[in-house]
């Protein structure tokens, strides 16, 4: 009998190892941090007060940071060299607006939590908070990620998923991050909010292969973004990626991908081709479907690569590691 106790204490304090390793969990700063929720909320809520772009900065930022290096802020790291992940090339349109949100946020969170929350936490929150602020649906965010100790440009290159990129491309770069074909249409759907530089798809505009507008494309659709993005347009420029409603989460970007007004070959690809479009027809006609697989697959791009227990550590600025 007492063998047997003490076999099942083990076995209990096994399995608590096997849950604490690489985990995240829902409240992990319920007892460090009992107002961490509601700091990160305002600090968003008062960017966002001053400008738009708060919203679709944080969530791509969130996004890049993710897929290179895992969910462990290693995106935030600012370098006088120009040779951190923020440099690479694919940031041209992380803009400052994101780093801003979460700097400011871990500031606030400092004054009361000195030293307690991870950016990487801090910018998972901000990601949730702006697609609520945009009117889109709420979840939970699991938590106890650390920040990163390496932060390099090199370590962007072929991470990062290209607006060229076919579906098979799409679904081979998102299952290195263990996101299935429907997570990948779902989290696609952040593409109802935020900007694209006209660089990104004028191949599908002007093709040097052929004179022809890429025939995917809605021709009326067409001839607007060659209207907004003309040959050697300034490169700063950029337009909305969802033409009906740029400032509002919803369901309208894969409406506008059944009518042929998908921005990016990789947007369009996703109703074009028959392995995915049923998805699309039902995302775009179920806003319902759309908001539940974006929250599942938000929470497991949440999961991608975090460090947790001693790994890392819990940066006091999150441009810089803690050295
Ligand atoms: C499926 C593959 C994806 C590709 C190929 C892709 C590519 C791009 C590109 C080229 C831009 C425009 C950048 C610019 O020129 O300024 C962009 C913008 C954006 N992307 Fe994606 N993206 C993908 C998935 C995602 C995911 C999973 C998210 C987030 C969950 C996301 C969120 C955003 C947002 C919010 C913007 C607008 C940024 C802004 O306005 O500042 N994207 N994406
Ligand atoms: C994918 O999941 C496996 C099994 O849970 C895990 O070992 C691996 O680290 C995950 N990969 C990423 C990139 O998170
Ligand atoms: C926001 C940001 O870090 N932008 C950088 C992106 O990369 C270019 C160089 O490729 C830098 O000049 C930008 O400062």
Redesign the pocket.
């Known amino acids: 009998m007492e063998v047997l106790k003490r076999g099942l204490v083990l076995l209990m304090v096994f399995m608590v190892f096997q849950r604490g390793e690489g985990q995240l969990f829902e409240n992990f700063y319920r007892g460090t941090c009992p107002n961490l929720e509601m700091i990160v909320k305002q600090v968003v809520s008062i960017k966002f007060s001053q400008t738009f772009?708060t919203?679709?900065?944080t969530?791509?930022l969130?996004?890049h940071d993710c897929f290179v290096e895992g969910c462990d802020a290693s995106v935030m790291i600012a370098s006088p060299n120009g040779d951190a992940e923020k440099d690479a090339q694919d940031n041209?349109?992380?803009?400052g607006?994101?780093f801003d949100t979460v700097i400011k946020a871990k500031q606030a969170v400092e004054i009361q939590c000195p030293g307690i929350v991870s950016c990487a936490d801090i910018l998972a929150l901000a990601?949730r908070d702006v697609v609520v602020l945009a009117g889109g649906p709420s979840w939970e965010v699991e938590l106890g990620r650390r920040d990163g100790l390496v932060s390099q440009a090199s370590k962007v290159a072929g991470n990062?998923?290209?607006?060229e990129?076919n579906l098979v491309q799409?679904n081979t770069?998102?299952a290195k991050n263990n996101l299935t074909q429907f997570d990948?249409i779902a989290?696609?759907?952040?593409?109802t909010?935020?900007?694209?530089?006209c660089?990104?798809?004028s191949n599908r505009l002007y093709s040097s292969s052929s004179s022809v507008v890429d025939p995917s494309l809605d021709p009326n659709y067409a001839q607007q973004l060659m209207q907004a993005c003309p040959q050697n347009v300034d490169p700063s420029i950029?337009i909305n990626?969802d033409p009906e409603t740029p400032r509002t989460f919803d369901n309208v970007y894969y409406q506008n991908l059944v009518s042929g007004k998908g921005l990016?070959t990789?947007?369009e690809v996703l109703f074009s081709d028959p392995a995915s479009q049923p998805t699309v027809r039902d995302f775009a006609s179920n806003p319902g479907n759309f908001n539940g697989a974006f929250i599942t697959a938000?929470r497991k791009?949440g999961r991608v690569g975090v460090k947790t227990g001693n790994e890392g550590e819990i940066r006091t600025d999150c441009t810089k590691f803690n050295s």
């Open positions: 772009v919203i679709p900065a969530l791509r969130f996004f041209l349109s992380l803009a607006d994101g990601a990062l998923p290209d607006p990129f799409l770069i998102f990948m989290l696609s759907g952040a593409h909010l935020g900007f694209s530089h660089n990104r798809f950029a990626m990016f990789s947007d938000m791009l």
